[in-house]
């Protein structure tokens, strides 16, 4: 026998079970969604009525006219607006400020709902209210007052919380710090919300060692006033300048002659210890700049507008009369000004093959060497034997190793030498010496044959090929099939004495007798145009006659 089902996991069991949940549910809904309220709503009677409704308690039973559906991209917060629109049309108010500087508060942190007809609908706690998001000041540093006692939003904020004066924090903070704080506000400002934040940004745990400015030195004992002085918020504190000549401008006895970069030399352990590396600046002293005095270069007021070129110290010693400009360090070093070496190969033309052991005045003529010209023909015009066809580029193949060592790549040029044109003869294509304006046509090397007619006007490609001229390939359009007959006969066998005429004597077996006898039997009269009447060389495209003869 087998065991019963239990009843509640039975198909009945789960069907009755699923009706009485859409009962419950229909009940509620239609309701009013009473059946699922955690209480009363608030019936206390307000000045105006808003929305048509005086009371919350007159909304009963209609859930949705303040809270929305999972589905719903409209929040509970949404609604409560809807209602009372006249919190954001107050101008500069309490709730406009919170609702536009708070992105995470909601009517709900302030206003509880469902607690009884007569329980009041604010309820604001200091602990769940976002005071950092919703006032941009942090309660971190004000959680107990001096007596030890818990901090309320009474001890800023008065009777009204939606009002603050800052002079409640000097009245505050004067009590606990008196003389400091009178100190402090003299020097910056009674402004204290311009850089506090209530996180002891700028307070006594202040690392300023974690900013840009890090202090060292003697920058470690000086007052905050020293450099921010007049600082009446935190962008002003930001905005300090951090330059040496900012502070120490009355202490300079360069009168700015050596411009505002006073760690150059000075450092904060020690103003008066002065120390200064030429060879961490962009003119670094070697060889015999190391052993001149300051004053030997620096002749101006500002160091910093000295001239690093060689020319401004060492124009009196050019005896090249400034034809080098002023780049002297192209041929003098700093081991010695009498030391003169140039390396060529750094110029815009360096020097190979047979160049490298040329005098220098081979090519630079009178001493004159800025603007010598670079093309092979300023020196090499009397060895031109091209007659000026080639203009100035004689290194297309000529090279520097010797003048008479020529090569020339002939796949550079605008005719690629391929097949039998390789191993032709430079002469055989340009004749009399002539190079620049050959002709690239076939027919300039290769005439028209008598055999040709002029029929293929200059187009030679069009059945030769540069591997070998003859034999030729035809492969345009031909009124009569080249495929008649005897395969592979050339164009000789009906073409024997030029391409204009034609015979079909070369391959039928034909003599004028028989082919006149068997026409005129036919009442042809005109048997010298074949193709006429055999357009495809099939006999019996001409009359009644028997096979191909």
Not at 512 to 521: C, G, L, P, T
Not at 528 to 539: D, F, I, K, L, S
Request: hydrophobic fraction near 30%.
């Amino acid at each position: 026998m087998k065991p019963s089902r239990i009843s509640c996991l039975s198909g009945t069991g789960i069907i009755t079970a699923l009706l009485t949940l859409m009962i419950i549910t229909g009940v509620g809904l239609a309701r009013g969604g009473v059946l699922f309220s955690p209480g009363d709503l608030n019936a206390i009677p307000k000045d105006q009525p808003l929305g048509g409704v005086a009371t919350h308690a007159e909304i009963g039973g209609r859930c949705a006219a303040c809270h929305t559906a999972f589905w719903e991209q409209e929040l509970m917060a949404d609604r409560c607006i809807a209602c009372h629109n006249n919190l954001i049309q107050m101008g500069q108010n309490f709730h406009v400020v919170m609702l536009a500087q708070s992105k995470s508060l909601q009517c709900k942190h302030c206003h509880t709902e469902h607690r009884g007809a007569l329980a009041s609908l604010t309820t604001l706690q200091m602990e769940r209210f976002p005071h950092n998001d919703a006032t941009r000041f942090s309660l971190q540093s004000h959680q107990r007052n001096q007596d030890g006692s818990t901090f309320q939003c009474e001890d800023c904020h008065g009777a009204d919380f939606a009002i603050f004066q800052v002079n409640w924090c000097l009245e505050c903070h004067l009590e606990i710090e008196g003389a400091q704080i009178e100190s402090h506000a003299a020097v910056y400002s009674l402004e204290c919300l311009a850089c506090h934040d209530g996180l002891e940004t700028l307070g006594r745990g202040f690392d300023h060692n974690l900013t840009s400015f890090a202090l060292t030195g003697e920058h470690t004992t000086t007052l905050c006033s020293d450099c921010h002085a007049g600082a009446g918020s935190l962008a002003d504190m930001e905005a300090t300048r951090v330059e040496c000549a900012f502070c120490h401008n009355h202490d300079d006895p360069h009168a700015g002659g050596y411009g505002r970069e006073c760690e150059q030399c000075h450092n904060p352990q020690d103003w008066e210890d002065i120390a200064f590396n030429h060879q961490q600046t962009a003119f670094p002293l070697l060889g015999a700049h190391a052993q001149v005095s300051c004053q030997g270069c620096h002749q101006f007021t500002s160091l910093q507008n000295t001239p690093t070129t060689c020319f401004a110290c060492h124009a009196e010693n050019d005896p090249h009369e400034a034809q080098f400009g002023q780049d002297c360090a192209t041929c003098h070093t700093v081991e010695g000004w009498d030391k003169v070496t140039f390396d060529h190969s750094l110029s815009a033309f360096p020097l190979t093959g047979a160049h490298t052991s040329v005098a220098c005045t081979d090519c630079h003529l009178n001493n004159v060497y800025r603007g010598t010209a670079q093309v092979c023909q300023t020196c090499h015009v009397q060895d031109d034997i091209h007659a000026g066809q080639f203009l100035q580029d004689c290194a297309a193949c000529h090279v520097t190793e010797t003048w008479e060592q020529v090569n020339f790549d002939h796949s550079s040029a605008a005719f690629q030498l391929t097949g039998a044109h390789v191993d032709a003869v430079c002469s055989q294509c340009h004749l009399n010496g002539q190079f620049v304006g050959t002709s690239q046509q076939c027919v300039a090397c290769h005439a028209d044959p008598m055999y040709h007619q002029g029929l293929f006007s200059q187009n030679c490609d069009s059945c030769h090929n540069t591997s070998a001229w003859v034999p030729a390939t035809f492969n345009q359009a031909h009124r009569f099939p080249i495929n008649h007959g005897r395969r592979g006969s050339s164009c000789s066998t009906c073409h024997p004495s030029t391409l204009r005429d034609y015979t079909c004597y070369g391959c039928h077996d034909h003599n004028r007798a028989n082919i006149e006898s068997e026409h005129r039997e036919e009442g042809i009269g005109n048997f010298n145009n074949c193709v006429r009447c055999h357009p495809t060389g099939r006999e019996e495209e001409g009359g009644d006659g028997g096979g191909d003869d």
